[in-house]
């Protein structure tokens, strides 16, 4: 019997001043139960167990089964000045941005995944690889820049899809 009322108050039953019905059962020695069962035990959380979580199939996940495209957006003034690296899994790649995103620039594409084998993280590494050497004024990546490859685009490109069969080489960069 407690001194004092019971600090759980009704859901230790209706004498608020009892100790426990019955001390051998209701123990939760770690604190880890979540509720306490009709019975006076304690159980876990009611319910149905969580159903497991699908695999993404969020374009950006690196997961996306769907083909990868790496490109490059330059502006369209009288240079053609560089804009940005990038990788889009939209099965149409010029559909990756709109015509307000795009402003005065045009999408290049560089590389696909052959035969849909391509997948967003094999991408992302070639655009990482891009982006550290050659970043354009556009790629706000923290790493933008910090790489220390003297290739050319089109060396890094073309090394990346030797080693990566999956890469497929549509336009020199």
Request: hydrophobic content about 25%; charged content about 25%; overall charge positive.
């Amino acid at each position: 019997m407690f001194v004092s009322r019971d600090p759980i108050e009704l859901l230790g039953g209706f004498n608020v001043f009892e100790y426990a019905s019955n001390p051998i059962i209701w123990i939760d020695e770690f604190g880890l139960k979540k509720y306490h069962r009709k019975d006076g035990t304690w159980g876990k959380k009611r319910g149905r167990p969580p159903k497991p979580k699908p695999k993404s199939s969020h374009g950006n996940s690196d997961d996306n089964p769907n083909c990868t495209t790496l490109y490059r957006l330059n502006y369209l003034d009288k240079d053609y000045t560089f804009s940005k690296w990038g990788v889009t899994s939209n099965s149409n790649p010029l559909t990756r941005y709109s015509s307000t995103e795009l402003g005065n620039r045009v999408m290049t594409v560089i590389a696909i995944g052959k035969y849909g084998t391509g997948n967003r993280a094999t991408m992302k590494q070639l655009e990482r690889l891009l982006v550290e050497s050659h970043p354009g004024p556009d790629n706000n990546e923290a790493w933008a820049g910090k790489g220390h490859d003297k290739r050319t685009p089109e060396e890094i490109i073309s090394d990346f899809a030797s080693k990566n069969p999956c890469v497929k080489i549509i336009r020199k960069s």
